[in-house]
């Protein structure tokens, strides 16, 4: 049973959305609503200057605060690591929209939260999530956790510098910012760029 999960280099990812583009097609997306964004900030001071470009969306916790709070049991993980949404259960009571730290989730005009589902639908044929596929610097990494084979696997290993957001909470992320461009790690701020 694969374990999947996603790696973004940030020193590759120029902030471009063509990511958030394609999952807003991939997914009909609505208007007005996100499930993946960019967040970008300029660090330091002149001439010590840098920007990061940060995408961002579910990240599939393995320790999901969203799941247990579902009083209707809509929210779940599956056994590879995936935590989703089905609609048909979903009273849209929004606990879970409350319960996630990462802002991930949505009420869609449906009637339903919704959210990233690292494309399921695109996994279930063999294929990697639309964001990857479309990311044209190829800083987007999918796959098996547990394969050392697997593309996510090996940017982990070659990364010199690993980051989740807020690890203190305890969700274990398994989205991973490779290479942050501050020494300091990932930005704080709270400005953020739909396209
Ligand atoms: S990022 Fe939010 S919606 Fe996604 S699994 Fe974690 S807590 Fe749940
Ligand atoms: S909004 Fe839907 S998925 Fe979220 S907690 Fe309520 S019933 Fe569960």
């Known amino acids: 049973m694969p374990r999947y999960a996603m790696a973004i280099d940030l020193s590759l990812c120029v902030g471009c959305a063509a990511c958030a583009v394609a999952c807003k097609m991939e997914n009909e997306v609505p208007p007005g609503v996100h499930r993946l964004w960019i967040r970008e900030r300029e660090l330091g001071v002149f001439p010590d200057l840098t920007v990061e470009f940060r995408p961002e969306q579910c990240l599939h916790c393995a320790n999901p605060p969203c799941v247990p709070v579902c009083p209707t049991g809509a929210s779940y993980q599956t056994k590879d690591g995936l935590v989703l949404v089905d609609p048909g259960k979903c009273i849209a009571c929004g606990a879970c929209v409350a319960a996630c730290p990462y802002d991930a989730r949505y009420l869609h005009p449906g009637g339903y939260v919704d959210k990233c589902t690292f494309c399921a639908h695109r996994l279930e044929k063999g294929g990697v999530p639309a964001c990857v ?5 190829g800083c987007r990494a999918f796959g098996d956790l547990d394969d050392p084979e697997s593309p996510v696997a090996k940017a982990l290993k070659e990364a010199g510098r690993v980051d ?4 203190e909470l305890g969700t274990q992320p398994k989205l991973f ?11 704080q701020e709270r400005e953020v760029r739909h396209d």
């Open 133 to 137: 596929e479309t990311c044209p610097t």
């Open 164 to 167: 989740v957001l807020r690890p």
């Open 177 to 187: 910012y490779l290479n942050a461009p501050s020494k300091k790690g990932l930005s």
